[in-house]
């Protein structure tokens, strides 16, 4: 046997200071790593979940109150919301959208599709992406629109997208995903067989709310910021004094006291307060006095247009048929422009601000009494600068498979004489559409032809998105009508005094004295000064003018 060697136990020893000296400048780099910060060794070992729950608390935040204001949905079984990671996820039964084997929205599915809508309005963070996802079961479909349920699934999803974006949601935020029967909720039996129970939970459709940029401060696009002065919350009581009596002098002065161009006071040099007459772009326009004379305005030569606006819409379906059925009640012709966040129906422009009136107390006397009209003020000094109205197209079929497309779009040529043409939505969305069409009339008398052919019946309308304008509106009250200056200072003096709301005075084509507030950014401004004169009395005539600016 071998002597034990007394000094054995240092090779352990020096094993430790080994380890122990590797562990201090492993300690080391992460300390040269992090600039000189506080390091603790924990951070390194903390769980993956705490990063997550940072991340994902505005979608928790999300789901809690889509809980509180879709309860009655929920309850009734029309939709369930669970969170999956980092998305809340709204689910719907496929059956109670859409028909089976259609991709056309059913009318029961958009009220519960505004319902969610106006909750994602009311809830704190509402600046999420949303992935709509459709699903089949596994039951294969074959027809001309829709050769498998790839596209079946595709083009339901598509259709919700497209009802978002109509209803003012930003195309950016959507996207449409199509799953067919890929991803089953309830899986089938070990032959395969169907279940009518499992197909029923498989077809449905689910909105993805998620955040592709974690980082980014939700709800921050939706804070606005003004600067503009506030009417007298108590304004409301100040006002129904003044009207009653502003309303009862009216017919006693309402004289025929009209100047004369040859008259000192309306000379062309004399500065003039802010007229909705003279281009919206102008310095003039932000000013706002209602002691200065006014000028008579040669309409034609400001470049000033006028239309009524019988109202704006955030679905293109329902400007559709407001369309439709103003031209039914009135006889006028009505157009549709969009600007990316509302459908505006209007008259056709006319350059006699008169004549407008005219034509708008016409129109108000024939159509429902709830619908809110305005005079839209179209000033350019480029007309060419005025927006046109939309155009339009109707959508034959949707394909994931560019070659499918292709394949439709030869097979309608041939059969039905119809000459279409593809856009790409996205990579792999295809669209096959009509050649745009100017006439709202005749895109409807062409859809009906279309809707008659074997396998086309689920086309519909849908606007270009070329046609699309850029414009915003200020707003403008009318608060009275006179046919004497005199009168229309007096109003003013007395508003100003006992409201705090600035006006001016313009004076138009047909020689009457218009007494006008301030120029309002805020929609909601305006209309409830609007109902405040409108309420109090009518003898004032009180109309809403929508200064038009293109961006």
Same mark, same amino acid.
């Given at each position: 046997m071998e002597p034990e060697d007394d000094d054995s136990w240092q090779v352990s020893y020096l094993d430790i200071i080994t380890i122990l000296l590797g562990f201090l400048v492993i300690l080391l780099s992460f300390s040269e790593l992090n600039n000189g910060e506080s390091f603790s060794v924990s951070d390194l070992f903390k769980s993956s979940d705490d990063q997550s729950e940072f991340i994902t608390t505005p979608i928790e935040k999300i789901k809690e109150e889509l809980e509180i204001l879709l309860k009655p949905e929920i309850d009734a079984g029309q939709l369930e919301i669970f969170r999956e990671l980092n998305d809340v996820r709204?689910?719907?039964?496929? !059956? !109670?959208?859409?028909?089976?084997?259609?991709?056309?929205?059913?009318?029961?599915a958009t009220q519960i599709l505004n319902r969610v809508l106006a909750a994602f309005q009311l809830i704190e963070y509402n600046d999420f992406e949303i992935d709509v996802e459709?699903?089949?079961?596994?039951?294969?479909?074959?027809?001309?629109?829709?050769?498998?349920?790839? @596209?079946?699934?595709?083009?339901? +999803?598509?259709?919700?997208?497209?009802? =978002?974006?109509?209803m003012g949601l930003p195309q950016k935020r959507l996207k449409a995903s199509g799953y067919a029967d890929s991803r089953p909720l309830v899986n089938f039996d070990d032959q395969g067989n169907p279940m009518p129970a499992n197909k029923d939970e498989n077809r449905r459709v689910v909105l993805r709310l998620y955040y592709s940029n974690p980082e980014s401060v939700a709800g921050a696009d939706s804070v606005l910021l003004s600067n503009e002065s506030e009417i007298n919350t108590d304004s409301s009581a100040i006002l129904e004094n003044i009207v009653e009596n502003i309303a009862a002098e009216v017919d006693e002065n309402d004289t025929e006291n009209e100047p004369t161009n040859s008259d000192p006071e309306f000379s062309d040099d004399e500065n003039t307060s802010a007229s909705v007459t003279q281009p919206v772009n102008t310095p003039q326009n932000t000013e706002n006095t209602s002691t200065t004379t006014p000028r008579k305005v040669d309409t034609d030569a400001a470049g000033c247009s006028y239309a009524v606006q019988l109202g704006n819409f955030e679905s293109f379906i329902q400007s559709l048929n407001a369309a439709d059925e103003a031209e039914r009640q009135t006889g006028y012709t009505f157009d549709i422009t969009y600007n990316n966040r509302l459908f505006s129906v209007r008259t056709a422009s006319k350059g006699s601000f008169s004549d407008i009136l005219s034509i708008q107390e016409d129109i108000i006397s024939k159509v429902d009494e709830d619908l809110v009209t305005g005079v839209i003020q179209q000033?350019? @000094?480029?007309?060419?600068?005025?927006?046109?109205?939309?155009? &339009?197209?109707? $959508?034959?079929?949707? =394909?994931?498979? *560019? $070659?499918? +497309?292709?394949?439709?779009? *030869?097979?309608?040529?041939?059969? =039905?004489?119809? !000459?279409? %043409?593809?856009?790409?939505?996205?990579?792999?969305a295809y669209s096959v559409l009509t050649k745009p069409i100017s006439s709202r009339r005749r895109i409807e008398q062409r859809l009906q032809e279309i809707k008659s052919f074997d396998g086309l019946n689920n086309a519909f309308i849908k606007y270009d998105p070329e046609s699309v304008s850029e414009y915003t509106f200020l707003y403008q009250l009318q608060i009275a009508s006179f046919s004497n200056r005199n009168d229309a200072d007096i109003l003013a003096?007395?508003?100003?005094? @006992?409201?705090?709301? %600035?006006?001016?005075?313009?004076?138009?084509?047909?020689?009457?004295? &218009?007494?006008?507030?301030?120029? =309002?950014?805020?929609? *909601? *401004?305006?209309?409830?000064? &609007?109902?405040?004169?409108?309420r109090d009395s009518s003898d004032l005539s009180s109309i809403i003018y929508l200064i038009e600016r293109v961006k």
């Open positions: 709204i689910r719907f039964k496929s !059956d !109670d959208l859409y028909n089976s084997g259609s991709a056309q929205l059913q009318d029961d459709g699903h089949t079961d596994n039951v294969p479909i074959s027809s001309s629109s829709f050769p498998s349920n790839w @596209e079946l699934s595709t083009s339901r +999803a598509s259709n919700i997208v497209r009802y =978002f974006s109509e000033c350019y @000094e480029n007309t060419s600068k005025r927006p046109l109205p939309i155009t &339009y197209q109707i $959508q034959l079929g949707f =394909f994931q498979n *560019e $070659q499918n +497309a292709l394949n439709f779009k *030869e097979t309608i040529a041939t059969d =039905f004489d119809i !000459d279409a %043409e593809i856009n790409q939505m996205s990579l792999q003096q007395r508003i100003k005094a @006992e409201m705090g709301l %600035e006006s001016s005075i313009k004076l138009y084509d047909n020689n009457r004295y &218009y007494l006008v507030s301030r120029p =309002f950014s805020n929609w *909601e *401004e305006i209309l409830s000064l &609007y109902n405040t004169f409108s």
